[in-house]
């Protein structure tokens, strides 16, 4: 995408005009109060915590199933890893249904779901019944992996996105946390059974505050032409944008002629703002937007975030979280087992490091580039802030393999779960934002296939852990294979900055380019 942001007038961040022009309508969720924003970006961003804390925090009970179900730690670790793949899969049903009828009522209707699953969990007594009701708890929350993103785009300008998606995946990296409140309670005698109970608690109040505070960020915007006369269309795949004029000077024409056409319509009351169906795009074909979506596959910018979040999710969430507790409990660690989920803490650290410290540099370096491009914004200028840190999460890799084979000091391990996830944070914040700022029209697509791919090689990564490391060891497998692959995949940023422009033009001459032009809906 190659935006031209002019810096004409007040309405502008970082020295530059605001992207996307928002209309005059008080109902646009670009005209929404700060506040509001924020609300809507917590919202998403706690169900998103919750659902992977749901998901992943019940890996230290693998043992203990194991001997209640009498079956093998192997077979209790499916309890986790199946749900995974439909925590991913879910996505081809609800990201459909929420570009066709609305973010609020398919958020509302998923933790509906959500709390079923986890009320079935609560009350199972079999392997068989446990897994499936994981199985709809984890299909039910899977929107949770789109819909943050998709309500970030639709609330946030161009330049807050950056942030706002760093602190949506801060929430999703810290769910995992989950596994220190499950093994405090497994050491105080408590059953899997209280866990999903605390959860379906914390649910059913996370689905009262849905209801009551969040407003539908979907919102018909009019297609703008463009003061310059060129292309403004943002539905192409093939992701570039002829340069577009959104000066302040345009917009105040633009917001004219729309009071003087249409008027200005009035701000929904607090009352209005609670109905579950308020708007419908009737134009929205679900089922070729399914279809559509597993051609993404074959974009590379969208690739990239599968494999980045599939493998991030993978180790920080299953490999880490199912072999530290055994590494630690044994000799010469025999930490308690209450204190065994305490990996997640140096998670929590590492990426709130990351997410603090760092988490609008990225978005301001953008808008640096942008000037010195005379205003001409490109997709890839965020990427240049992950040259830096594209060697931490390999190492820490190489550090927690080292570690736990050679029985070194548990800081190793912690500190190597720490470090990954701070280097974690750049990759899966602003890989996301690269697809997202490059086929911007095209999100709920995307978000399918990100999902779909991210689950699934997360999913490689995690289910075969154990039986890896028991024929290799942690160094082959986490100082060896997961490091390499790690390094390639982080190392594609150099492709991306050199080439990615060059591919995006590239992908927007073939058949799939085509395909998404004559399939998505006329504007």
């Keep these: 995408m190659s935006l031209t942001l002019n810096i004409e007038g007040d309405d502008s961040a970082y020295g530059l005009a605001l992207y996307p022009i928002p209309s005059d309508d008080p109902n646009d969720p670009l005209q929404w109060p700060r506040w509001k924003k924020l609300t809507i970006l917590a919202l998403v961003s706690l169900y998103s915590f919750f659902a992977n804390g749901a998901l992943f925090g019940p890996s230290v009970y693998v043992n203990y199933t194991a001997a209640i179900f009498k079956t093998t730690p192997n077979v209790t670790s499916r309890l986790v890893t199946y749900p995974n793949l439909a925590f991913g899969y879910g996505s081809v049903v609800f990201v459909p249904l929420y570009h ?8 509302i209707l998923s933790l509906v779901i959500f709390m079923v699953g986890l009320l079935g969990c609560a009350l199972s007594d079999s392997y068989n019944t446990l897994m499936a009701f994981r199985v709809i708890q984890a299909f039910g929350s899977s929107v949770c992996e789109a819909l943050p993103a998709q309500a970030v785009g639709d609330v946030f300008f161009l330049h807050e996105r950056g942030n706002a998606l760093g602190w949506y995946t801060f929430a999703l990296a ?3 946390v989950a596994a220190l409140i499950a093994g405090y309670m497994l050491n105080g005698g408590n059953s899997y059974k209280l866990f999903f109970w605390v959860y379906f608690a914390v649910a059913a109040l996370l689905l009262i505050c849905t209801v009551l505070f969040f407003e539908e960020t979907m919102y018909f ?24 004029n959104i000066g302040s000077s345009e917009r105040c024409e633009i917001g004219k002629e729309s009071r003087e056409s249409e008027g200005i319509p009035a701000r929904k009351t607090w009352k209005q703002q609670l109905k579950i ?5 009737k134009d929205t074909n679900m089922l070729m937007m399914a279809i559509r979506s597993f051609t993404y596959f074959a974009v590379p910018p969208v690739f990239w975030v599968c494999s980045t979040y599939g493998m991030v999710i993978g180790l920080a969430a299953l490999a880490f979280t199912t072999t530290f507790p055994g590494i ?3 000799p010469p660690y025999d930490w308690p087992l209450e204190n065994t989920g305490l990996i997640s803490v140096a998670a929590l650290v590492g990426y709130a490091a990351a997410a603090i410290l760092f988490g609008t540099l990225p978005d301001k370096f953008a808008a640096y580039k942008t000037r010195k491009n005379r205003g001409i914004r490109e997709a890839e200028y965020r ?6 840190v594209f060697f931490v999460a390999p190492a820490s890799l190489i550090l927690y393999g080292y570690s736990a084979e050679k029985q070194l000091h548990w800081i190793g391990l912690v500190f190597g779960v720490g470090i990954f996830q701070f280097g974690s944070f750049f990759y899966m914040t602003y890989t996301l934002a690269y697809a997202m700022d490059s086929y911007e029209s095209n999100v709920p697509e995307m978000l ?6 991210k689950q699934s090689i997360s999913f490689g990564f995690g289910f075969k852990i154990l039986d890896w490391i028991a024929q290799y060891g942690y160094i082959k497998v986490f100082a060896g294979i997961f490091t390499g692959v790690m390094t390639i995949n982080n190392l594609a940023v150099v492709i991306f900055l050199v080439w990615g422009k060059s591919m ?7 058949w799939l380019a085509r395909m998404h032009r004559r399939s998505l809906r006329p504007e």
Excluded: H
């Design 277 to 281: 169906f308020s708007i419908v795009d």
């Design 100 to 107: 066709r009828y609305g973010r609020r009522p398919v958020m």
């Design 328 to 330: 630690v409990a044994a």
């Design 383 to 388: 990427l240049w802030c992950l040259v830096p």
């Design 221 to 244: 915007r009019k297609r703008r032409a463009s003061t310059s006369g060129s292309d403004s269309n943002v539905g192409d795949v093939d992701g570039t944008k002829s340069e577009t």
């Design 448 to 453: 399918i296939a990100m999902n779909i791919g």
């Design 504 to 510: 995006r033009r590239w992908i927007g001459q073939t």
């Design 174 to 176: 810290s769910g995992p």
